[in-house]
């Protein structure tokens, strides 16, 4: 049994919260199926709170279902890894420079307290707070363009590789984390001109410390960083 019943009817947060540890533990792991009825069961919740848990779940990423069939813990191959790197390239780089020209100065102190966590994380080793805080960064930005279609966009299309990064530790936490450090200046400051040099240098770093690698997972696995 992988999971533990609940003492009281759970809400979907609760249940969501309860797999998406189990996914970040290794104790699901990519590719595995889930069952409503056998979650529920488990959980000790209704059918219909376990299904809006995965739904929320599939919106983050974490989740994957395929048409007329089952739900899948998301599992990306290289291709796909490469494919949303070059997505986020055109995409993200835009957000970045459009955060710039809508960030308030109350924006600017949120991204930088979350900067400050995932540099935390970092010099903790703590791989875990890391992706989280990592996750949060990055969907701040979004919001701060003030365009609810490229947020969506964004998180539709770049949120699986973060739940897949989960998985995989960074190979260079300490690294990875600074690499932030120029988009938030660039964010508080409102340098529209300095954004997407921002964005580039953020981007080459990710891609250098080994970022865009994957290998399947009948080989060694590699680590991915964001």
């Known amino acids: 049994m992988v999971f533990t019943k609940l003492e009281t009817a759970s809400l979907r947060t609760?249940?969501?919260?309860?797999?998406?540890?189990?996914?970040l533990a290794g104790t699901l792991r990519e590719g595995d199926r889930l069952v409503e009825r056998t979650l529920a069961a488990e959980l000790g919740a209704s059918v219909t709170s376990v299904r809006e848990a995965m739904i929320e779940l599939e919106?983050?990423?974490?989740?994957?279902?395929?048409?007329?069939?089952?739900?899948?813990?998301?599992?990306?191959?290289?291709?796909?890894?490469?494919?949303?790197?070059?997505?986020?390239?055109?995409?993200?780089?835009?957000?970045?420079?459009?955060a710039c020209k809508q960030a308030t100065p109350e924006d600017g102190l949120k991204l930088e307290a979350v900067y400050e966590e995932l540099e935390r994380c970092a010099l903790a080793n703590d791989s875990k707070g890391l992706v989280n805080a990592?996750?949060?960064?990055?969907?701040?930005?979004?919001?701060?363009t003030r365009n609810p279609f490229l947020?969506?966009?964004?998180?539709?299309?770049?949120l699986p590789y973060f739940a897949y990064a989960s998985i995989r530790r960074p190979p260079d936490p300490e690294?990875?984390?600074?690499?932030?450090?120029?988009l938030v200046d660039v964010i508080k400051n409102n340098d529209v001109q300095g954004a997407r040099r921002a964005f580039e240098q953020s981007f080459g770093s990710w891609v250098g410390s080994g970022a865009w690698k994957h290998e399947?997972?009948?080989a060694d696995a590699t680590s991915a960083g964001t």
């Open 14 to 23: 609760r249940i969501a919260t309860q797999i998406r540890e189990a996914i």
């Open 134 to 144: 990592d996750i949060e960064f990055h969907k701040l930005i979004w919001e701060f």
């Open 59 to 98: 919106a983050e990423g974490f989740l994957t279902k395929k048409l007329n069939s089952a739900t899948y813990v998301t599992r990306l191959t290289r291709d796909d890894v490469r494919k949303i790197f070059e997505l986020r390239r055109v995409l993200e780089a835009y957000a970045v420079e459009e």
């Open 216 to 218: 399947d997972s009948n």
């Open 175 to 182: 690294r990875d984390a600074y690499s932030h450090r120029v």
């Open 151 to 158: 947020e969506a966009a964004l998180k539709r299309a770049i």
